[in-house]
């Protein structure tokens, strides 16, 4: 089983909280993914797995079992921009993975 990774994309149209197994952010499939949904330019950070169990515990809970066993995958965990903003503090993000020109 691959390992659970939590990304805090911020998109065009708003920013979303993803969970995913592919092994980084720059992983070309997970990016030709995003691409394939429409999301062609990004700013992103990896947020810590433990602070994203804490905020969205029933949540996380059932999409971590939607992936469990699965590679190269990911899920939305979160689309309102306003309850992923409240959740994460922005100085506590590390340095951001930039797609796009």
């Known amino acids: 089983m691959s390992e659970i990774r939590a990304y805090l ?5 708003g920013p979303i909280l993803i969970l995913s197994t592919y092994p980084s952010l720059s992983d ?4 030709s993914k995003l691409r394939y949904k429409g999301i062609d330019k990004f700013i992103a950070y990896e947020v810590q797995l433990d602070a994203v169990k804490q ?4 949540t996380y809970e059932t ?3 939607d992936l469990a066993g699965s590679t190269d995958d990911l899920r939305v965990l979160d689309f309102n921009g306003h309850q992923i903003m409240a959740n994460f503090s922005l ?3 590390g340095e951001p993975i930039k797609l796009g020109s």
């Open 9 to 13: 994309i911020f998109t065009g149209s």
């Open 28 to 31: 070309e499939r997970l990016i």
């Open 55 to 58: 905020r969205y515990e029933s």
């Open 63 to 65: 999409i971590a079992q």
């Open 91 to 93: 100085q506590a993000l």
